[in-house]
């Protein structure tokens, strides 16, 4: 299964309001996660099957879809948000793939 | 606190090996499903293997026969044997927990080790 997200890399603005796709090349229900990379760090988990908002992290951050099409969404952008974001399907769990990753820069 | 620490990391020659290390505190390892992903440098993430609670282990493509996962419940500690190293290998490999609770997503990472294959 391979998942594609677009765009590759976008510039914004804080305060802006921001989705990230990501399409798999077949049907994967909802397992979908998210994670946000910064440079040199660990990525951290936003969002699980699909729509889940993992623990301590801020509800600007939301996801949705099924199937195929997914989003990730930032209801308003912080500096801190500035960062890599990367799908992951977990429908073959163990085999797992990640999207090649989104770049997000501030505009 | 829940943490993993990777270490074991370092440059090593094609057709080498390497053994990783993952050190846990705050959870128990061998009750988990734990994992190790890399990141080639300026690249994304990859999946390379995992160990259940049970003690079944995966593996992808790029790591079978080549790569062994195990754990030590003594020490609580993850391992991730790299044997026939290739330059195609050097990556930051993560170690990762695989939570059921949040449909086997990776809830909690290490800061990862770099691993160079390089003669």
Redesign the interface.
Known sequence: IQLTQSPSSLSASVGDRLTITCRASQGIS??L?W?Q?KPG?????LI??AS?L?SGVPSRFSGSGSGTDFTLTISSLQPEDFATY?C?H?HS?????????TRLEIK | EVQLVESGGGLVQPGGSLRLSCEASGFTVSSNYMSWVRQAPGKGLEWVSVIYSGGSTYYADSAKGRFTISRDNSKNTLYLQMNSLRVEDTAVYFCARDNPAASYAFDIWGQGTMVTVSS
């Open positions: 909802s397992y996660a994670y990379q760090k660990a990525p951290k988990l699980y099957a889940s993992q990367y992951q977990l769990y163990p085999s797992i793939t990640f999207g090649q990753g």
